[in-house]
């Protein structure tokens, strides 16, 4: 079906350089998480939600079973798209700025890459406080790394679905 | 069970006692994944996911998209209570909130 298929992600070495920043904060957050029983951290939480609502005892039961586990996985994709990203710092030449990288994901990697963004998401959404779909604040950058990572989300699924 | 067998009960309790006797024990009843709603989510990769982990169609898995979307949310499977826990720790993995419950409660 839709995952068999190599994708190919074009990438600006600024977009690059900003994503591999921000993944690398998001596996501190992860790492700063593992050792809790329950994440203090809102934005961790909302990774590892509770599967029951009406029962305490079977939510504590099933984050024993499965929160370590989630954490361990996003730490691997946020690894795998490290991995894929090119190396560098934010350039500051302008021109280095923008010439382009091209990432090629096959099925696994793109999997992890899918997984990443929207989990970068909801960490952003988080922190932003982000409660409808219409909140937005212009004067608040954080938006703009929320909107962007939600448009290459969506292109890399348009990709993979071969739409493009 | 007709009306018609009970003589003498009123009509209410009737009909109480018959939704009753059609219930099954809770201990019958199967259990669900529910896919509830957030604002963060886009609508593409709610539908990739369900396509994705549980093989539905793209007709099925927008279908279910669209009732989380609106009503809130969507039973995604139904099943034995332990296939539903890994069903729901599945959609967590990919960033959807999901939880386990009994069908019909």
């Known amino acids: 079906m839709s995952g068999e298929r190599t994708v190919v992600m074009e990438i600006t070495l600024l977009e690059a350089a900003h994503l591999a920043d921000l993944v690398r904060q998001f596996r501190d957050l992860i790492h700063d998480a ?43 994709d946020a690894q795998s798209v490290l991995a894929d990203l090119p190396d ?16 090629r994901l096959p099925p696994d990697r793109l999997e992890a890459w899918l997984r990443t963004f929207a989990a970068l998401r909801l960490v952003l959404a ?20 929320y909107e962007w990572l939600g448009y290459r989300l969506d292109g890399l699924i348009q990709a993979a679905d071969g739409a493009f | 069970m007709s009306a018609a067998t009970l003589p003498g009960i009123r009509e209410d309790q009737d009909l109480h006692e018959d939704r009753e006797l059609r219930e099954s024990p809770e201990s019958d ?16 990769y709610v539908v990739r996911v369900l396509r994705e982990y549980f093989g539905y169609s793209k ?17 995604v499977a139904e099943g034995p209570r332990e296939q539903m826990e890994l069903h729901a720790q599945a959609m967590h993995d990919y960033g959807l909130w999901a939880t386990v419950r009994r069908a019909g409660a």
Not at chain 1, 63 to 71: D, K, V, Y
Not at chain 1, 126 to 139: F, M, P, V, Y
Not at chain 2, 67 to 74: E, K, L, R, S, T
């Open chain 1, 34 to 76: 593992e050792s809790a029983a329950v994440p203090a951290d809102p934005a961790v939480r909302r990774l590892v939600p509770d599967a029951y609502t009406d029962d305490p005892e079977a939510a504590r039961q099933f984050r024993e079973l499965t929160s370590s586990e989630l954490l361990d996985r996003r730490d691997q």
């Open chain 1, 88 to 103: 560098g710092a934010v350039p500051t030449d302008p021109d280095a700025a923008v010439r382009t990288a091209s990432i």
């Open chain 1, 126 to 145: 988080s922190r932003l406080g982000i409660r409808s779909e219409a909140d937005h604040d212009d004067d608040d950058p954080r938006f703009g790394i």
């Open chain 2, 29 to 44: 009843r199967p259990w669900q994944t529910v896919v509830w709603n957030d604002p963060v989510n886009l609508m593409s």
């Open chain 2, 59 to 75: 007709e099925v898995a927008t279908r279910l998209m669209l009732a989380v979307h609106h009503d809130g949310h969507a039973v």
